[in-house]
């Protein structure tokens, strides 16, 4: 069983700067894809970002290219979610996930394990 644990959520103003982390349990995390979704109220989870085990390939969705940026420390069992530039409609609790396999996937039912999620609000 994998344990994914995020922090560095909180309230930021708009254009402002938040980092995410997420801590994971298990020697897995070196050999996994890894994701970041996200879920505002009301609506369903979207994917936002994901990284290949190696750390050389990475994936965003449209509204957050140039603006997010996905990276990972295979040493720690870490992943990272630098957002820049954030707006309002970013607000949502944000989850990472683990897929086990080297392929990208970008619908949450393809990750096998998930965080608790941290919630990120963006004042305007």
């Known amino acids: 069983q994998v344990q994914l644990v995020e922090s560095g959520g909180g309230l930021v103003q708009t254009g402002g700067s938040l980092r995410l982390s997420c801590a994971a349990s298990r020697g897995t995390f070196s050999t996994s894809i890894m994701g970041w979704f996200r879920q505002a109220p009301g609506k369903e989870r979207e994917f936002v970002a994901a990284?290949?085990?190696?750390?050389?390939?990475?994936y965003y969705t449209d509204s957050v290219k140039g603006r997010f940026t996905i990276s990972r420390d295979n040493t720690k069992n870490t992943l990272f979610l630098q957002m820049n530039s954030l707006k309002p409609e970013d607000a949502a609790v944000y989850y990472c996930a683990l897929r086990r396999g080297s392929d990208y996937r970008s619908l949450a039912y393809e990750y096998d394990y998930w965080g608790q999620g941290t919630q990120v609000t963006v004042s305007s």
């Open positions: 990284i290949s085990w190696s750390g050389s390939g990475t």
